[in-house]
Every structure is written in structure tokens, then in C-alpha cells.
């Protein structure tokens, strides 16, 4: 998934939720089986199931088969492999047995990003080494690691409680195209939505801010793409002869452009903030209150300075808040030296990230109006939206997200944080198709190097994603079950 | 040069000036020799003498000599073939011997566009054709027919005069390179500016209005040129992730763009209108009676409406008002689907067109400033001017311009009207350097389709061009001479 702001100073300053005793009994159970634990995930990784390379399709074939035989022997009673029109997925299903126990699907992919040891990777990517207490592989944290550290969590669960079967009905879904867009995932899902339907929807595909602080992402934004083409002369003319009498394209391009935010850098589109979900006092304390440090997060954005909608804090602004984005603009000439035209047609590319109450059907009604009453006479213009990815928000006082937060805090012995992510990914076709609320648990950190040479998991915190799982289960059923 | 506005109507309206009685002995004269003078120019034409392709610099500089040549046989006691880094000039000197005349420089050039049968040419372009009393070639009116009239007109002014010599100090100067932008033109005018020293700069590289609508060509636009370059992120970076928190420099082109012109179209770059010369009601006036069809205008334009500076036709906006248009806009990605960037930098090409007045280097020092107030923070501009041309304008009560046009009303028997250009040109390097007035002589039509296939000179236009030189050294010396 996408990257995740980094900029954290030393230490946390005040607990966010009081984190519950841990469990020796799972401390002792993860500590008995973590070799092996860890020989099976690197097994997995030397499997390069590299999605977007077509020469590695049968990789990422083995790589689903691998994972559903894995399950098999972990004891889920339901594995099959689904194929989609690209590259296979997992499903696996664990009942409960239990008419109370919710049910709660986990998400996660099992395809990787292309990685070459020329890439300025220190070793094989594809062939794992431990190292001062890390795990070096691609996939370690993105995302073969969070997804297999539920396999020893559930185990540890059932052993530690002496149950047979996990405390809520256990659904897995792993993906094998996320590299590479989900182009297919959303129809999988319509297709097998009776079989994926679930109470909650635990999306283990994220991150935490920092080593020493872990928190829980409670939501990611939407997302609205669209190209809008601008036509004026039916061909390039002479900008001596013509110029300054008809309209240019460019120009009216570039004015649409600046007409999409006001001077408060406020998106200026009429009913684009209809139905925002404002931040909350305690929301918007609760994102003060992470150790962010603007200038190592703009370090991080390779940016110069922070910019955006007046009255809300840089974090705000990248999670909560909407927002209007120029991806890409054209038109004209732009090779070397000039040329004296009024172009006949220019371009730009937009996307908008999107928050909770927004809905992306009505946003491109409102771009669409809005653009319209932007052109001038004499030109004609082209919009054209993609398909489009609604927002996800927890809310905070959801008993499954407190259920995350609660089995998180007792496996790190700290304080647990909220996070969001900026971005938007295919957690939100499993919220739309199924209906289930999505919380993501993940404990891959800024440093491990997503997309990026020398992807690694810190083995410190995989084995806490494990405890976490084996804590969660139960948490759940007991704190969430239905009335029997 | 560039095209002229096309979109008369039948007959023009009313007189303009009066036109002086025609000469029959110059008729005659011309009528003796037009078919010498129409073998001569055909064999001129069928020299390729295309300047922008170097496997046709030989046929340039055969051009040149060829020119050198004829106009030896005409009578010019002083012909030279100038080298240039690119292609030759001609120039040559007849002294008219009366210490009272004036000086005059003639303009135009002898390499021509390209053209090739294939290109749509119902004959080869270098093979003249005279056909319904037009004769088909490439230059045949662009530019080689409309300097070769000024060989047959100052014969005629011989011939019916009685003299040995012009009544002007008669110079002209036919460069090899217009065609592909005059790119040692200035530096030749430099080199040589004793020799081209003038009183008046007649240049014959432009058109009238129409067939039955004579005009001189009283100004062109300057032209200042710039590029700009706005750089944020140090790479492109993730929209999702990044998007609302830090500058986009797309956004800030489009912004800077939107910024140029205000609510009236005109351009909101402070001192950027700092001296123009507005027009005088006399001249909006003149404008106004030509016969002037705004949609046949916008058909020429490939246009779909006409836009412009508030308060102002569109004869106005393109002849008499300065400019600012995008000739070049871009930024991110713009291929096909969508990519969701915040880039790392966008640039746009703007020129502007200057008149009368306006100084390039105020321009540029308006515009630098302009713009730096224009980029927010954290984002770096870069800006770079190219090359700049001044504008020209002869005022309408300039004695050489009421020569000319006394002289084209004899040879047309009909009233002469006023137009102006829109485009730029190498004159102002004559203007600036030499310091002299520049006029236009041109006696192509729209319909002639410079640089297009079928290229041609109507015959009867050309035999005015002809008498009109014929007519011209004569009266400029008789009402503009100096005290002896």
C-alpha cells in the first residue's frame, strides 16, 4: 500500500488507551515456535511472485499454492485457491463453531514488488537473511510478513485457550495482484461476496508510525481520478497572427486549474466538502498528540515547505482532509527553444483523495459542473473519470477497533496511537462489496522499505503482529459477540 | 512572414485616400516587358532554394547568385553577395546622384518553404505554371515575386522618367534565411550598417487585404519570449500520501498562468501596457471600415469563437493590442490512464506580442518580477527569455508612408487602406539597428498560401507591384527629398 508519514521525535508524550496485562502463556508458545515460524515465512520468500512481471506469473502461482498449503497445515479446515482473470488468490475460512463468535475477514496480498540485487539491494531479494535482528527479503513487510504472522497468531490463540477452533469465525482472503493495481479484486469480491461476508474487515497491509510507537491506521482516503481535455482551434495556429483575439486552450486549462482551490487552498469545486466527516476535538488532539516533527516529514516528501488547506495541521491535511491534485498537465509545445502557436488542445489530470461522508459518484457530478462553468466560448471540453475508490473510516469507539487496539497494547506493553493513511487501496472494495466496517492492523515500520532495495520486517514487531493475532480472536468474540 | 487576417467582404465602403491618376506610359512600359520579366522570375523560381533543408544550401547560394546576376543586368552599379554563418544575402546599391535624395532600402528574401508534389501540388512546385492568370511556384509570392517587381519597376521608373539613375538612393537587401527564422539576419545588419544606412526601409515580404481591397501594412507586433520552470518536490511523489500538505508546481504554473490576464482578458503583469501607443480614433476608425467578416475570420483562425482584451475588436486584438499567450504548458504525467503523482516540476512557454511603445527589456523585467511574486513557498522558479523583437509602426502621417500609398492608389486605381500585422518579423532588426522607419509594400493576396501547396502570385497583383515601384522612387523624392 502506500507509504506512511514518517517525522516521529524520540518518545510518545501521554498514553492514548491503558494497554491490558500480556500473556506469558503466548509469549512462551510464539517463543517455542518462532524458528519455525520464521523458516516457513522465508521459504515463502524465496517464491519471487512478482505480480506486475509477466515472466513471473507461474512465481506467483506457486506462491498462492504455497500459501494455501501453509494454511492447510496451520488447521484452517476451508483453503481454496480463486482464480481471477490475473494472478490467483487465497481464500481460507475457519468457523468458530460458535453462533455468538462474529466473523472477520483478514486481508492481505501475496504478490510482491520487482526487486533486483542491481537495485542497491546488500543482498538476493529474493533469498532471505536475518541480520541484526531483521529480516531482509522482498515481500518481508509488504506483504508475505504481516499476512503470516496471523498463521502462528491463530495457533497461538487455540493453544494458549485450549480451544479447537479460533474464538470468531476466521476468514483470510490474500490477494495476488496488488502490486499491480487489484485489477481484478473487486470482481472477485462481487463475485464471492457470500463467501467473504463478515462482521469486520482486519486489512493487515499497513504500518505503525514508529518502532517505539505503535498505533492502529483507523481509516484511508478515496479516491476520484479524471482527465479533462480542452479543445480550441481545430489545429495549432500562429500565435502572431491569431493571438490575442481567440481563446487558447492552455491558457484555459491552466485558468481551470487555478479556479480548483480558493486563496485558503480550500477546494473551490461547489458541493465538494458536502457530507465531510469533520474531524473531532478529540480527534484532531489525538493527531496532535504523535510526535510529529514537519521538518523530517518534509524531508521525507522531498518537499521545500508545507502547503495546504488553511486551518488544519500538516497531518490533518494528509489524512483527513480532501483534497484536489494536479497528477498531470499538457499541452502545446514543450520540446527545447519555442514556438510561436496557440495549441490546439491541452490536458490536465486530477485526482481527488477523498474522506468519510464523501461520496465519489456525487464528486464527479460536482467536478463536472463545476468544470463546465469554467470553460469559455470557443472551447469544447472533454471529461473523462476512472473508477474510483471510496474512503474507509473506523470510528474510534467501534468495539472490533477497540478490540484491535486493546490486543495491540497488551502485546507491545504500550500505549496505542491513531494513525490514518493518505492514500486509498483496495480495502475499500472489500467495505463497499461486503458492507463490513475495515480496521487495519499492521506492524511494518517507515523504515522497512516498501518498493524500495533492502525491504525488511523488524523481527521484533512481526513477532508482536503474531501476539497481537493470537490476542485479537478472543477479544473480539468476548467483547463484540452476538447474543447467542 | 505570417499570415494576414482573411475575411473581407466583397467591396470595401468608402474611400480612404484618393487615389492619384495613373501614368499610361508606365502601363505601357510594363506591358512590353512583362513577358521577359515573367521568363526572368520563373527561372529564378525554379531554384529550390530552401533554406531550412542543408541538402538545398547549394540551390540557396545559386539563388543568390542568380539574383546578384539579374540585377547587374538591371542596372545596379553595386551588387554584392553577402556571406553569412548560414546562408548568403544580396544586396545591392543604385546612388541616384541628387545630393537632395533620400536613401531607401528595400527588404525581402530569396529562400522560400519547402515543397514537394507529394505534399498536395496539383504540379511540381519548382517548375512554374501559369494558369488563369496566376502563376503557380513555390515563392512565387513568398517572397521571390514580391522583390522581383521592384527589378521591373525601377526600369520603368528609368524608362518613363527619362533617367539614368533613381530618384532615390535605391539599396536593397534579400536575405537567405527568412524562412528559417533569419537566424544571422541581425548580425549581417550589423556587420554591414553603413552600407544599408537608409532614410525609409521599404519591406516587400508582406500581403494586401484582399484583391480588390489595396492596403499597406503600417506595423507588426514584437515578440518577447520566456520560459518558466517551477520546481517543488525533489522527485514525484505520492499523491496519496503527500497530496494536500505540500505545493504542487503544477498547480502553481496553472495558477501563474491564470494570473497573466485579469477579468477583462487583459494582461495583469504589472507595467506590462507601460507606454503603449494606444490607437488614435482615426486608426480604430480605419480598422473599422475595413471589410472585415468576423466569422469568416474565425475560419481562417480555426477558431470557434472569437476572445480577446475587453473594449476592442478583433482587427484591434490582433494588429494594436499586446499579447500574452501559452504557447507551451506541462508538468507530470501525461500519457494514457492515470498516474497519482504530485510532480516534481511544470513549465510553461509563454510569448508575448508587443506594439508600439513597449520595450522588450521593460517586458522582461515587469514579467521576472511578476512572476517571482507569483511562486508560493516552497517552490523554485526558474525563468529564461529568448530572443526578442521590437515592434514597428509607421505613424499614418509619415511623408515615405503617404508616398506609398500615393503611389499604390496610381497603380491600383482605387482607394489604399491601412492594416497592420500581428506577427513579428526580421524588419524590426532593420528598424532597430539602422534606425530608420519601416514601410510594407506587399501586394500578395490571403489566397496566394504561403508555405501551403499551390502556392501562387496573381499576375495582375504582381504587375501592380511593378507600377507601384515604378511610381514610388519618384514621389518619395519629390516630397521627401532633403534641402540640397
Redesign the interface.
Known sequence: M????RGMSARADRLVTMSPTPDSAVRTYIEQHRAAFLDDLSEWLRIPSVSVRPDHAPDVRRSADWLAAKLGETGFPIVEVWPTEGAPAVFAEWPSGDDAAPTVLVYGHHDVQPAAREDGWDSDPFEPVLRDGRLYARGAADDKGQVFFHTLGVRAHLATTGRTAPAVNLKLIVEGEEESGSPHFRALVERHADRLAADAVIVSDTGMWAEDTPTVCTGM?G?A?C?IRLY????D????????????P??A?????????NEHARVAVPGFYDGVVELTDRERELFAELPFDEQRW?HT?????????AGHS?LE??WA???A??????????GP???????SS????L?F?LVAGQDPDHIEKAVRAWAADQV?????SEITF?GATRPCLTPLDHPALQSVVRAMGRAFDSPVRFTR????GPAADLQDVLGAPVLFLGISVPSDGWHAPNEKVELALLLKGVETSAYLWGDLAASWGHAP
Chains 1, 2 share one sequence.
Do not use: C, W
Not at 2 to 5: A, I, K, L, M, V
Not at 232 to 235: H, I, R
Not at 301 to 309: C, L, R, V, Y
Open positions: 502506500s507509504n506512511r508519514p482516503r479516491l481520478e482527465e480550441g482551434p481545430d489545429q495556429i500562429h500565435s502572431g497572427s491569431f493571438g490575442g483575439a481567440v481563446a487558447n492552455a491558457t486549462v491552466a485558468r481551470l486549474v487555478a479556479a480548483l482551490h518534509l516528501a522531498k518537499s521545500h515547505a508545507a502547503h495546504g488547506e500538516t491535511r494528509i482532509r480532501p483534497t491534485e494536479v497528477n498531470g498537465i499538457g499541452g502545446g509545445y514543450q527553444g519555442s514556438k510561436t502557436i496557440i495549441p491541452a490536458m490536465v489530470k485526482s483523495r469559455p466560448a470557443g472551447i469544447r476512472s493513511e493518505g492514500g486509498s
